[in-house]
């Protein structure tokens, strides 16, 4: 059997791969905190029950796809070296071509491997058609594939916890008001979003720097992500409507912000079926 890991910024997302089964819901562990004394033993704790079953059986290869820091990335490689030693470790790197995705960059290295590996997925599932992949994590990435799959390039915009950090750290007065919004001064999970406040569907504007924030988000990321799709998708017309495929953990939040004159759907795992697709591809 085989591990399938896709290592984010904000969590980690990993799938056991067992020949006796179809379909698994993948496992999402969280990353140790900075101020934890031992980050590679809490890893390797949450780790240990999806990399050892109940008869002791561990995967013969474990094979990663990161977009973190080195440090974290060592913290990653170390955790699972001590759980199975003898599992290859095998760290995708995105390549020129591959699934019929061509990479835009000059060095297809330089493009996040979740990112390819997304783009693959939502091609795989969506074939033929000009494509607008966006995965809304810790960062908004959004990438354009043409409908012969040619990767026409990409944006990446702060999500919607990065921009509240960044607030923190360039504002550090709003900080009363960012706690109040992320409750008792714990960050909101991702998963754990509040819902698109009413106001933003409207014209509305704040009485409190708490909501200021809240409402300058959304229409942050909202006017920009409908601004640059509305014009990929008059830009494409030719090849087809432009599909918006919407992933992440805050997938459904930034959905409810997409013009509904836009086609969009929304795909779970896209990111880590695509390091499966990848991992399995024959170049």
């Not at 089964?21 to 999402?28: D, L, N, R, W």
């Not at 980050?39 to 949450?46: E, F, I, K, N, Y």
């Not at 001064?185 to 569907?201: C, F, K, L, M, N």
Request: hydrophobic letters at 45%.
């Amino acid at each position: 059997m085989n591990c399938y890991i896709d290592a984010g910024n904000s969590r980690i997302k990993a799938h056991l791969a067992r020949r006796s089964q179809k379909t698994v819901e993948p496992v999402v562990i969280d990353w140790p905190t900075v101020n934890e004394s031992d980050p590679v033993g809490a890893l390797a704790t949450r780790l240990e029950p999806l990399l050892v079953d109940e008869k002791g059986r561990s995967p013969k290869q474990v094979v990663l796809a990161s977009v973190v820091e080195p440090r974290r990335r060592d913290w990653l490689g170390t955790a699972i070296a001590e759980i199975c030693p003898q599992a290859e470790c095998r760290w995708l790197e995105v390549p020129g071509k591959c699934c019929h995705v061509r990479v835009a960059y000059e060095s297809p290295t330089d493009l996040g491997i979740d990112r390819f590996c997304g783009m693959i997925e939502a091609r795989a599932r969506h074939p033929d058609r000009p494509l607008a992949v966006i995965n809304a994590g810790t960062a908004i990435t959004l990438d354009v594939l043409a409908a012969d799959s040619q990767h026409l390039g990409g944006l990446i915009l702060p999500g919607w916890r990065a921009q509240m950090e960044a607030l923190r750290a360039a504002a550090p007065a709003l900080t009363p008001a960012i706690e109040s919004l992320e409750g008792a001064g714990a960050p909101a999970e991702p998963t754990d979003a509040s819902p698109v406040p009413e106001a933003t569907r409207r014209l509305g504007l704040a009485a409190d720097t708490a909501t200021a924030i809240e409402l300058g988000r959304h229409w942050l990321i909202a006017a920009g992500v409908n601004q640059m799709v509305s014009v990929w998708q008059e830009r494409l017309a030719d090849e087809g409507v432009l599909l918006v495929v919407i992933a992440g953990g805050d997938a459904e939040r930034l959905a409810d912000l997409i013009d509904p004159y836009l086609e969009h759907c929304l795909e779970t795992d896209l990111v880590l079926s695509g390091v499966v697709r990848l991992a399995r591809a024959r170049r």
